[in-house]
């Protein structure tokens, strides 16, 4: 009987991994060859600066690159404080300022008894016309749930609120108490705590949050970028340190120009983020931190005004509001009603230019004088002369016919256009500084990238001119 040959078996490990097959002796004997020819190459002067310049250039285009990303992330977040979260925010600020002098401007006029005038129809008119206006356009432009769902609030609850005011001044040209009744109604939908003020804040505070989270990212230190250029251009200084000690020779053209591109895209970098993080700083010290404040204020402001109104229109049952405009009166300008405190006195330290603090010290005297004009006005009310009072609150004839020349409306009045003034001033030095800082970044992602590649190509062609000398 005829047996056929069999092969041996291979050796343990020569099989191709995960198969159990044996590797062919070709195969790995490629494999081995191709090893010791890498590691031979790596011990002759040639094989080492091939090394060499791969490293250098693979460095360099990793500095550019993280640079770059770095870099734009940050300029993009600057772009969106100066077009995007910033408009947003002042827009939401605007819709609650809009919201609260439409119901103090209401609540004015009913203080008149039947026809309001004209002024006063004509400014609620414009005032619920605006803010229906950015309602609408902050809901094309909302960016997260907080925003819609206080969004529809809104939108829901300020056709609700006119309708009640329609219906509370057709009541009071008529001369029917209950037009005051429905002025209060309207009134609580307008304060409440799920109301039309309450939704405008929640609104603002998301903006608010969004603006100072761009600033947070804009300012943010680009360390790995930073890390990146120290370590390609100490590189770069090694190379050509070896260089120089192998050959006694000085320059090497393209090392030169890798080590010159290298160091002028770190030397951009690190100034360039300088300037603009100390600009957006200053932008938002100056600027939106500054804005902030000074909302706080005109909304303090409104809120006393249409506090000091209804105080009137109540008609003897107004303590609560009494209180709630002295409350406010504290929030705005402190305790002392001859001194500066709360929100006045933070816009004041915020300030940083006359153009900047002349219209808040005028807010300043304005408000004292108010709180004078309504302590007057507030001791008529209790002594039982409410005409008086009136008078005192929205100009007239007092209750012995002489006219009341300075009333706590045209206080008001002008503190509203003082603190408008101050808040011009303001959102001017904001877009100046954040415009200043996103410049200053605007061009670094793309002058990174060039560099880097020229510092790149400097690296191998310095190293080229090295190796052609072995040839």
């Known amino acids: 009987m005829t047996h056929t040959p069999t092969k041996p078996a291979p050796p343990e490990g020569t099989g191709r991994p995960g198969t159990g097959a044996p590797e062919p002796e070709g195969r790995r004997r490629a494999w081995r060859e191709t090893s ?5 190459a790596a011990t002759t002067e040639p094989g080492r600066l091939r090394i060499i310049g ?63 005038p004209q002024s006063v129809a004509d400014r609620y008119r414009k005032d619920i016309d605006q ?5 609408t356009q902050a809901a094309a432009n909302s960016r997260g749930a907080t925003d819609a769902a206080a969004l529809t609030s809104l939108s829901t609850q300020l056709p609700y609120y006119t309708q009640l005011v329609a219906t509370a001044q057709a009541d009071n040209r008529q001369g029917f108490p209950l037009g005051g009744a429905y002025l209060r109604y309207a009134n609580e939908q307008m304060r409440k705590d799920n109301g039309l003020l309450s939704a405008a804040n929640t609104l603002y505070r998301a903006e608010t949050a969004r603006l100072n989270h761009d600033y947070a990212r804009s300012r943010a ?19 050509q340190r070896r260089h120089y000690l192998r050959t006694n020779r000085v320059f090497n053209r393209g090392m030169m120009a890798a080590s010159g591109a290298a160091a002028v895209a770190l030397v951009w970098l690190l100034t360039a983020h300088l300037v603009a993080r100390g600009d957006l700083g200053d932008s938002y010290a100056h600027g ?23 105080t009137l229109v109540t008609r003897g049952s107004g303590d609560s509001y009494d209180a709630s405009f002295a409350k406010g009166m504290n929030g705005l300008a402190g305790t002392d009603p001859k001194g500066v405190g709360g929100e006045l006195a933070q816009a004041l330290a915020l300030a940083d230019t006359n153009a900047g603090r002349t219209p808040v010290n005028a807010a300043v005297k304005s408000v004292q004088i108010w709180r004078q004009r309504h302590a007057a006005e507030r001791a008529s009310d209790n002594k039982g002369d409410y005409a008086t009072a009136v008078a005192e609150v929205i100009g007239g004839k007092d209750a012995g016919g002489a006219t009341v020349t300075q009333t706590t409306g045209q206080c008001f009045d002008r503190v509203d256009q003082d603190l408008e003034q101050a808040v011009h001033q ?46």
């Open 54 to 116: 791969a490293a250098l250039a693979l460095l360099a285009v990793a500095f550019g690159g993280v640079t770059a990303w770095q870099i734009t992330e940050r300029s993009t977040a600057a772009d969106n404080v100066l077009h995007h979260s910033g408009p947003l925010s002042s827009d939401a600020a605007d819709i609650y300022r809009l919201l609260a002098d439409a119901d103090a401007t209401v609540t004015g006029g009913f203080l008149v008894g039947g026809e309001e």
């Open 131 to 135: 803010a229906s206006t950015l309602i």
């Open 288 to 310: 939106a931190k500054s804005l902030q404040v000074l909302n706080n204020a005109r909304i303090a402001v409104l809120q006393a005004r249409g506090d000091e109104n209804l």
């Open 221 to 239: 230190l680009p360390w790995a970028a930073w890390a990146l250029g120290a370590v390609a251009l100490a590189a770069l200084v090694w190379a």
């Open 426 to 471: 303001e959102q001017t030095e904001f877009r100046s500084a954040a415009d200043s800082g996103h410049g200053a970044l605007s061009l670094l992602p793309f002058g990174a990238g060039l560099l880097a590649v020229l510092a790149a190509a400097g690296a191998l062609l310095g190293i080229g001119r090295r190796l052609s000398e072995y040839r």
């Open 36 to 40: 010791d020819r890498v590691r031979g």
